[in-house]
């Protein structure tokens, strides 16, 4: 739209703007996949036995989650 209007003092800055944002989207995931490597690489840790109140908080979670994709499917259909 800037270009259309030759406003191109707004071009140049959303054109830096975009640059800056692309670069830092690459550092974020650079260091989103650093991490993931490194969790990937742990053993998973075990826990003992559930408590009646974490069972409970478990399949309510699950049964949100099935939930929400239900109504993510309608919307999207």
Request: glycine fraction near 2%; charged fraction near 45%; aromatic fraction near 0%.
């Amino acid at each position: 739209m800037a270009k259309t209007l030759k406003l191109s003092d707004v071009v140049d800055l959303l054109q830096q703007n975009l640059e800056e944002e692309e670069n830092a989207a690459k550092k974020v995931l650079a260091a989103a996949e650093a991490i993931l490597k490194e969790s990937a690489a742990e053993p998973e840790s075990r826990k003992g036995p559930k408590s009646a109140k974490e069972k409970s908080s478990d399949k309510k979670s699950k049964e949100d989650e099935k939930k929400a994709a239900s109504d993510l499917h309608k919307r999207s259909a």
